[in-house]
């Protein structure tokens, strides 16, 4: 008769080297404490710790199996002795009665509590706890001492020297329990294998050894139902020479140093039926390297070099359950990759940097139950991969930078049980619908994700089966009470270690509304407002109820500064939590306003408050502010975009500056930023404005120009010059100059001529003097002559002399001149056209 069991077991604690002057209860104490001691039994086991089996449980770690070996051998005893603990020496009894710490007096009561102790060693664990036994010490001691006659020898052959030869517990693949005779060469440093080994030996554990090859000491083990030669020297499977070992059900190779695997390697092995070959540096798998081994069910081929993943390996594995090839260099996966597996219900995809999944990636595995993506490189949910996988009941995507959880990610996984999204390191919300039709979902994991700092009100909908809502150790500062009445066999919640803010959104769980119990209550603590700080959360119903209260932004949702390439595009998720819940917008670093229903081609704001900027140019770079209003108020957050290293403000992009200055003109010139590129700034229309409090003017600029002249200007007066222009995408730009004419004396125009005009100048005026000394006196003769009628024949003759004609036009021209000038001054209403490679002028 055969009792059904968890799953494997291997290994014993008891067995220590014939011949010691210990006793066999002593040696057996010995190596249980150092089994507790161990770094195997407080260390777990990284591949193990992520493959889950059925009903949600891990199959058992191998530091599990020394303690399911004392319960499989206290079992035999059980059956043997009556329920008054007859067979037990004194010092038994003395544990029995002293130490049983509420285990129970009687073989079959200890019994229970030792399958008790199985199944906490096996349940599933997280992936950071450490697993300590002491608590079950007194039950192991007694354990051993009920140990008291060491188990019959092996019949046939001696024992090898320092072996251990005896009838051992042992589980099938099938986790069905047996007895098997067991020789125990571990932690021998053994080069060899002993050679005279019995022919009746079912189990030969070699582990932690030197051995390198074979020659021939396995040929006689026709018996032989597992191998361990884990730990040891092997470069190949081939030195291990195993032929004709119909019977062999397990081996393990794993921590060799095997470099590949040819084809048809192990061929002969036609019953096998697990294959532990991992932690190897394996890089190359030939096509038919599993060709035979048509009845294996789990194969272990995680970490070793592999860099690529043939569906070829699979077809001569139709049989496989359980597969674990994580921890391998692969460039990626491939669609169709496991389709032979049509049976497998586990797969482990842990460690393998795994950027993508594509969507055909699992066709064929229509018996999938349990996917591990643990620590990879996802960013967000492989939602069209996961869909090809009708049964999956666990999924694990633990330790990703998945950015956040979205309506549909986990579409028509309609049996789903248990979801584990911890230790994500960029996860920053759970969005509306975000889990949505998970009937069968019963467990959600969500903690130690140091930026989830939003839940929405809505996230969850449809999932009538959920019970534990794990919500731990992140950065939430609030739960909408709504979140937790949707689900309706919801029993449990862990909510502690988060920065809660203690006011109208979270109040409802300081009363009974609810019939939910909160996990770890003192440790959900308060960290605003400031009155309230290190209070606990219940403490907050002795305060006066509140209705409203202020938006409050998660910090952690978008980046405070933000590189980017030129030409990308980028998300900003604003979220904020309030009561009534905030409506939210973003103000770019021009000014404008965007919302939900802005129509644009530079931007779009989803209706959760996610501002999307598609193709970003340099002039894009700059302060976006979100902000998050409600009839209570408003919150703000700014995040600073820079563009290929260069963050812009509104001046920055272009800046005018004075080239020249006169009394009655000024020059100026304006310039574009460096940065920017001149193909990515092209301005539709530009305009220069002049102003000061008497007198303004605007006028448009050509496109091309970047030179103007500024006329008719009064001296010694201060004006703000402006330039203002509109990009191709309707941005505008302003860049804007303060700058005073120069005073208008006349020694100043003077001295800032060429020396030879002002020598000129001074010559014109002697001239002018000398011009009108001498009209002065003809006018004066003129008059005496006519009222004295004098002759005045002499003095005629004499200043006709001076040709009045070379005289008089030179002024008359130059008055005319000016006269010109000004009338056409006064008719030009705006700038006539001028080379407009120099400058342009404005009156």
């Known amino acids: 008769m055969t009792d059904k069991l968890d799953d494997t077991g291997r290994d014993s604690v008891c067995g220590l080297p014939h011949g010691s002057d210990y006793s066999l209860q002593q040696r057996c104490a010995q190596r249980i404490q150092l089994f507790i001691e161990s770094p195997q039994v407080k260390k777990v086991n990284t591949n193990s710790q992520h493959e889950i089996g059925e009903?949600?449980?891990?199959?058992?770690?191998?530091?599990?199996?020394?303690?399911?070996?004392?319960?499989?051998?206290?079992?035999?005893?059980v059956r043997k002795w009556p329920d008054d603990l007859s067979g037990l020496s004194a010092h038994n009894s003395y544990l029995a009665a002293h130490h049983t710490d509420g285990l129970g007096a009687s073989p079959h009561s200890l019994l229970r509590n030792a399958a008790s102790l199985l199944n906490f060693c096996e349940r599933r664990q997280p992936a950071n706890m450490v697993l300590s036994l002491q608590p079950w010490l007194p039950l192991l001691w007694l354990c051993a001492g009920l140990l008291l006659s060491s188990a019959p020898p092996l019949l046939g052959k001696e024992c090898p020297r320092l072996c251990v030869c005896e009838i051992r517990p042992w589980f099938t693949p099938q986790s069905t329990y047996k007895e098997a005779t067991t020789v125990d060469c571990n932690d021998l440093r053994l080069k060899h294998i002993p050679s005279n080994l019995s022919t009746d030996t079912q189990v030969l554990l070699l582990q932690s050894n030197a051995i390198s090859h074979t020659r021939g000491e396995l040929d006689a083990l026709f018996n032989l139902t597992e191998l361990d030669l884990s730990q040891n020297n092997f470069s190949n499977v081939e030195a291990v020479r195993l032929t004709d070992m119909n019977h062999l059900t397990t081996l393990h190779l794993e921590e060799n140093h095997i470099?590949?695997?040819?084809?048809n390697c192990l061929g002969n092995l036609s019953n096998l039926q697990e294959l532990y070959i991992n932690h190897n540096e394996i890089s190359s798998i030939s096509p038919r390297a599993f060709g035979g081994l048509r009845n294996l069910l789990r194969?272990?081929?995680?970490?070793?070099?592999?860099?690529?993943?043939?569906n070829r390996w699979f077809e001569e594995t139709p049989n496989l359950e359980i597969l674990m090839i994580g921890e391998n260099p692969v460039i990626g996966l491939l669609d169709m990759n496991f389709k032979p597996l049509g049976r497998l219900r586990s797969l482990v995809l842990a460690g393998m940097d795994l950027t993508d999944v594509p969507a055909n990636a699992f066709v064929g595995l229509d018996n999938l139950e349990?996917?591990?993506f643990y620590d990879n490189k996802l960013q967000r949910i492989p939602q069209l991969a996961l869909e090809k996988v009708p049964n999956l009941k666990f999924l694990d995507l633990n330790k990703n930078p998945v950015h956040k959880i979205q309506e549909g990610d986990f579409r028509n996984m309609f049996h789903l049980k248990e979801l584990g999204i911890n230790n994500m390191m960029e996860l920053v919300s759970i969005d509306r619908f975000a889990l949505d039709n998970l009937p069968e979902l019963t467990k959600l994991e969500a903690t130690n994700n140091p930026k989830l700092s939003y839940v929405h009100k809505l996230a969850f909908r449809d999932m009538p089966a959920l019970e534990s809502l794990m919500l731990n150790n992140n950065a939430l500062t609030a739960l909408y009470q709504h979140t937790v009445e949707v689900l309706p066999n919801l029993r449990e919640i862990s909510l502690h270690s988060n920065p809660l803010r203690c006011d109208c959104v979270i109040q409802w769980m300081s009363s009974n509304r609810t019939t939910v119990r909160f996990m770890e209550p003192t440790a959900m603590l308060c960290t605003s407002p400031s009155e309230l700080r290190g209070k606990m959360v219940r403490e907050m119903r002795k305060l006066e109820p509140l209705e409203q209260c202020l938006p409050l932004i998660s910090h952690d949702t978008f980046p405070s500064h933000l590189d980017l390439e030129l030409g990308a595009s980028v998300s900003l998720d604003c979220r904020a939590m309030a009561e009534p819940e905030p409506d939210i917008y973003w103000v770019t670093p021009l000014g404008a306003k965007i919302t939900a229903d802005t129509v644009s081609e530079r931007y779009h704001l989803s209706s959760e408050g996610t501002l999307r900027?598609?193709?970003?140019?340099?002039?894009?770079?700059?302060?976006?502010?979100?902000?998050?209003?409600?009839?209570?108020?408003?919150?703000?957050?700014?995040?600073?975009?820079?563009?290929n290293g260069t963050l812009l403000d509104n001046a920055q992009v272009m800046k005018i500056y004075v080239k020249q200055t006169e009394s009655h003109s000024i020059l100026v010139s304006w310039k574009v930023n460096s940065n920017v590129m001149s193909s990515n700034l092209k301005w539709a229309s530009a305009t220069m404005k002049i102003d000061n409090p008497h007198i303004t003017y605007t006028a448009r600029v050509p496109v091309d120009v970047h030179e103007y002249n500024l006329t008719h200007l009064q001296p010694s007066t201060e004006y703000e010059v402006c330039l203002t222009v509109a990009n191709v995408h309707l941005q505008t730009h302003k860049s804007c100059v303060n700058v005073t004419t120069r005073g208008a004396t006349f020694s100043l125009d003077l001295s800032a001529q060429h020396p030879s005009v002002a020598v000129l100048a001074v010559m014109a005026t002697m001239l002018a003097f000398l011009s009108l000394a001498t009209v002065g006196v003809y006018v004066a003769r003129r008059w005496k002559r006519k009222n004295y009628h004098h002759s005045l024949k002499k003095y005629m003759l004499k200043t006709s002399s001076i040709p009045l004609n070379e005289l008089y036009p030179p002024l008359i021209n130059l008055w005319e001149a000016d006269g010109e000038k000004d009338k056409d001054g006064g008719a030009e209403g705006k700038p006539s056209p001028v080379d407009t490679t120099r400058s342009y002028y404005m009156w």
């Not at 009903?55 to 005893?77: H, I, Q, S, V, W």
């Not at 194969?299 to 043939?310: A, G, R, T």
């Not at 340099?618 to 820079?642: F, K, L, M, P, W």
């Open 370 to 372: 349990s996917i591990s």
């Open 299 to 310: 194969l272990h081929l995680n970490s070793n070099k592999l860099q690529v993943i043939d």
């Open 55 to 77: 009903n949600g449980c891990r199959p058992p770690l191998r530091r599990c199996d020394p303690a399911r070996n004392l319960l499989a051998r206290f079992e035999l005893k």
């Open 613 to 643: 900027l598609f193709h970003v140019q340099v002039e894009d770079s700059g302060h976006y502010t979100c902000v998050a209003q409600n009839t209570e108020g408003a919150d703000t957050r700014v995040a600073s975009v820079r563009v």
């Open 259 to 263: 470099t590949q695997l040819r084809e």
